[in-house]
């Protein structure tokens, strides 16, 4: 994520965060964001402090390295065609963010 960021960074994309230190750092948080493009997780991901997961399609982790990667990150697959498979996303989301670690999701997305 850190090299997609400095890649980014690096093309002349300028980002202003605004409230990042209105946030507790003992505290564990649910970001919502929309997602127009496949540049807005390494543009914003890396922005939120402490450790953050995201929910993301379980396409993303049939990719070898990728799902791997996303694996180790504690990313939540979600099925976005399957009612159930859906209710255990939210179900594994919440196990995540139980062991403090922010949630990330991206409505649009």
């Known amino acids: 994520m850190w090299g997609a960021f400095t890649g980014v960074r690096l093309a002349g994309v300028r980002v ?10 003992t505290r564990t948080y649910i970001f919502m964001s ?4 496949n540049i807005d997780p ?14 993301a399609k379980k396409e993303l ?3 070898p390295l990728l799902g791997k990667t996303m694996r180790l990150g504690s990313l ?6 399957n009612r159930e498979a859906g209710i255990a996303a ?3 989301a919440a196990e995540v963010i ?10 649009e997305g």
């Open 61 to 63: 982790f049939s990719y």
């Open 42 to 55: 390494p543009l914003l991901l890396p922005l939120i402090p402490r450790r953050t997961s995201v929910m």
């Open 16 to 25: 202003q965060t605004v409230g990042l230190d209105e946030l507790d750092p």
């Open 90 to 92: 939210v179900r594994a």
């Open 98 to 107: 139980r062991q403090g670690i922010n949630m990330t999701i991206f409505i």
């Open 34 to 37: 929309n997602h127009v493009s």
């Open 76 to 81: 939540v697959p979600v099925d976005r065609g």
